[in-house]
């Protein structure tokens, strides 16, 4: 099969599963697309601390648009919802910590015709909402605790076209701000590189 013809087979197959109807009427060399749903179950394991923090199932939601060689292109808004876990920052002992992922610009990439390996950006703030020592109502952090700049993480792995896969990915987590007096401890716990993110990705109808 050539290669413009398999990716538009992916394209048709994936389409039929989610019940999305597209154009295929279109000329030679033109690219058709679909949009499409996934759930996610991601978590992050936070090198210097190391702690994994599980997170609850998100969504995927974009589209695959269809090109003349062997890539499809993928673009669309993956949201996860917050994660709280407990654990020991220097300084301020244990604590229940709670973390939203806002995505600041669409995740983009690219999945292969031949093999379905998939290599994709996202973009995104990391939000800490609170951090509250264990036994005492008060949050150190108010509300405006988020890294100065946006995290760029590159993930890779396979995704089938019916039953999906797992990508998996590093990242730096930048410098905190606006976390009050935690700023700096949070900096020394937290900020940095080598942390790791793994996911499953599963097509869904919604």
């Known amino acids: 099969m050539r290669h413009s013809a398999r990716v538009t087979a992916i394209v048709l197959l994936l389409a039929g599963m989610s019940g999305t109807a597209i154009a295929v009427s279109q000329p030679a ?10 759930t996610v179950k991601a978590q992050t394991t936070l090198a210097k601390l190391n702690e994994t923090l599980v997170i609850p199932p998100g969504k995927f939601h974009g589209a695959i648009i ?20 407990t654990i020991k920052i220097a300084g301020i002992g244990l604590a229940r910590v709670t973390v939203a992922l806002s995505q600041t610009k669409k995740t983009v990439g690219t ?14 703030d990391i939000h800490v909402v609170s951090v509250e020592p264990l036994g005492l109502p008060v949050n150190l952090v108010g ?7 946006p995290v760029k993480l590159t993930f890779s792995g396979t995704i089938s076209p019916i039953s999906g896969g797992s990508v998996a990915g590093t990242y730096t987590i930048p410098p905190l701000v606006n976390c009050g007096g935690s700023t700096a401890v949070l900096n020394a716990a937290i900020a940095g590189p080598g942390n790791t993110f793994t ?5 869904s109808l919604s």
Do not use: D, Q, W
């Open 29 to 38: 060399g033109a690219s058709e697309s679909f949009k499409f749903a996934a």
């Open 66 to 85: 269809s090109g003349s060689g062997t890539l499809a292109r993928l673009k669309g808004n993956l949201k996860l919802p917050p994660a709280t876990t």
């Open 111 to 124: 999945l292969n015709a031949n093999t379905f390996a998939l290599i994709a950006r996202s973009t995104f």
């Open 143 to 149: 509300n405006h605790c988020v890294t100065g700049t």
């Open 199 to 203: 996911a499953t990705i599963t097509p």
